[in-house]
């Protein structure tokens, strides 16, 4: 295999993967030989030759299949590899401890996904804020504001940007320690230091790290011990300078049972919420993923209409919509039939019939939050301005409506609020509906976009 060849096979990979990812994640690929069926490349680090050999390696294999030079596996060096490095003298009793080992915060982080990559990360006027501050704090060249507190309802991308910032700091920063994680495991891993007296080795990882990324926040309140050593945890990464990223399913405020200390740390930097997707956004990410197979099985299509009509039906979160579209895929793959809209009605009438009968209190707060443009923490958080009462009043009115939910059950989905305010806020809408006409037509399109 010459040189020559890999670059034949680059101009495949161009055209399926396009530009950025190509720019990305091929180019810095150094080809070096074939030998025994092995393609072998160097890579500038360990994390990006997995990334690549995950995300890429089927196409690459492909592409030396293409070009007359077939290969079994693919195989990833370091560039320039260090040798093993000396063995540290004895330690004086009076040295400092030792920074934990890069292996050390290896083993604490959580596997990424390898699809959770910015290019894969479709952007929208939903997310838009979001994405931009995600990207500004993986360019990791100095600190906008800490901590990044992403929040939102499940499947709306809250997870997808954290896995995106550490792989793009993980490939471009190899010398910064970043440490990714759910707020459970961080528990866990505290509840364990309390139990094997390894608090100190506790404190000394985290608050070594150059980057804290934690998951689902949310999940400390209420347990004292973790909180409290989260507290101190934070206080220490940001008198070092050092960036934190945290998610939730709501704004800091509005997570009960988290100290009001821990609530005020987490609003000082910036707090994005990802709000719920619109046709458009959902459109976006069914396009996108069709392209990718498209790209992986050349033989594969599917009708713009289907595309349409899912994003118009599947109004549920992505991971949804993108199981749906999968679902889809393997019903034309294996039967060999071209997926028309007939196909997609057929193969995801279980899909369709779930969605149009288990309406959830949750959808129609996203559904009321969009129609009226507000967000949905402000929905279910206390404030009583109009502008936010008003739809919040509105909501409450159609999961009576709509849902079989009780009106303690509605009421508590709301904030924790008592049967009585969505009693009040019923019977209040149903007084106006009769003289406003356009707080009528506005409950009117909301009933036909939930029922539809």
Request: glycine share 6%.
């Amino acid at each position: 295999m010459t040189h020559e060849a890999w670059g034949q096979v680059q101009e495949q990979l161009r055209r399926s993967v396009g530009q950025s990812s190509f720019k990305s994640w091929i180019e810095p690929l150094e080809f070096d030989r074939v030998s025994e069926g092995v393609a072998r490349f160097k890579v500038p680090t360990g994390f990006f030759g997995t990334w690549v050999s995950r995300h890429y390696g089927d196409l690459i294999v492909r592409g030396f299949a293409q070009s007359g030079s077939p290969v079994d596996r693919l195989d990833f060096a370091l560039v320039d590899a260090a040798p093993p490095a000396p063995k540290p003298s004895p330690a004086r009793s009076d040295a400092a401890p030792a920074r934990p080992r890069a292996e050390e915060h290896d083993n604490t982080s959580a596997p990424l996904d390898p699809s959770c990559t910015f290019d894969e990360f479709v952007v929208g006027k939903s997310n838009a804020l979001a994405h931009a501050a995600a990207r500004r704090v993986a360019s990791a060249t100095d600190i906008t504001f800490n901590p990044l507190f992403l929040y939102g309802s499940t499947g709306l991308g809250k997870t997808h940007l954290m896995h995106a910032i550490a792989w793009k700091l993980r490939t471009e920063r190899p010398d910064l320690r970043v440490v990714y994680l759910s707020a459970e495991k961080f528990m866990m891993r505290f509840v364990e230091a309390l139990r094997m007296n390894g608090t100190m080795k506790f404190k000394e990882l985290f608050r070594s790290v150059d980057i804290l990324m934690v998951d689902d926040i949310q999940f400390i309140a209420g347990k004292d011990s973790t909180q409290e050593e989260f507290f101190h945890t934070f206080n220490a990464l940001v008198d070092q300078r050092k960036q934190i990223v945290l998610s939730a399913d709501r704004a800091p405020g509005d997570i009960k049972k988290l100290e009001d200390r821990i609530a005020s740390r987490m609003q000082s930097g910036l707090v994005v919420d990802l709000l719920p997707t619109d046709y458009e956004l959902r459109l976006g990410i069914l396009q996108q993923k069709a392209e990718l197979y498209r790209s992986l099985a050349p033989g594969f299509s599917v009708q713009p209409d289907v595309l349409e009509f899912m994003a118009r039906r599947i109004s549920a979160d992505t991971r949804t919509l993108e199981g749906a579209l999968k679902k889809l895929i393997a019903h034309g793959g294996f039967l060999e039939r071209e997926i028309t809209l007939e196909v997609a009605q057929d193969c995801l009438s279980d899909t369709l019939r779930s969605s149009e009968k288990a309406l959830t209190i949750e959808e129609i707060q996203r559904a009321v939050s969009e129609h009226f443009a507000i967000r949905l923490s402000d929905m279910i958080g206390p404030k009583r301005l109009r502008a936010i009462a008003r739809p919040r009043q509105v909501a409450m009115y159609i999961c009576k409506d709509l849902t079989s939910r009780s009106l303690p059950e509605i009421g508590r989905r709301f904030g924790g609020r008592d049967h009585t305010t969505v009693i009040h806020a019923v019977k209040r809408i149903q007084e106006l509906m009769v003289g406003d006409r356009q707080l009528a037509e506005d409950i009117d399109i909301l009933r036909r976009r939930l029922q539809s």
